[in-house]
């Protein structure tokens, strides 16, 4: 069974940073995607930031200049680091992975930004 465990939500002032980890455990034969999705209450789920396994990366335009996406192969774990967070990036962060071809989910962390 495979499974995704998120750590580093929290409370932080706007202006601020937060860096979100993601680490992937079970059975992996192989991890293409892995990436970072977030809600807002009374929002759907949107795309913050996703990375392929070969490193390359690509940003919602919120969080562009803002957000770093990297990943460690060798831990099977995947970062957000969160620079100049604004209160709209306050939502639950979820880490999402293609791992043995299935999508897995992992069950979300919160960040609020306050202003």
């Known amino acids: 069974q495979v499974q995704l465990v998120e750590s580093g939500g929290g409370l932080v002032q706007a202006g601020g940073s937060l860096r979100l980890s993601c680490a992937a455990s079970?059975?992996?034969?192989?991890?293409?995607?892995m990436g970072w999705y977030r809600q807002a209450l009374g929002s759907q789920r949107e795309l913050v930031a996703v990375t392929a396994s070969g490193g390359s990366a690509n940003y919602a335009d919120s969080v562009k200049g803002r957000f770093t996406i990297s990943r460690d192969n060798a831990k099977n774990t995947v970062y957000l680091q969160m620079n100049s967070v604004k209160p709209e990036d306050t939502g639950v962060y979820y880490c999402?992975?293609?791992?043995?071809?299935?999508?897995?989910w992992g069950q979300g962390t919160q960040v609020t930004v306050s202003p």
């Open positions: 079970g059975s992996i034969f192989s991890i293409d995607a």
């Open positions: 999402y992975a293609r791992i043995n071809f299935n999508t897995q």
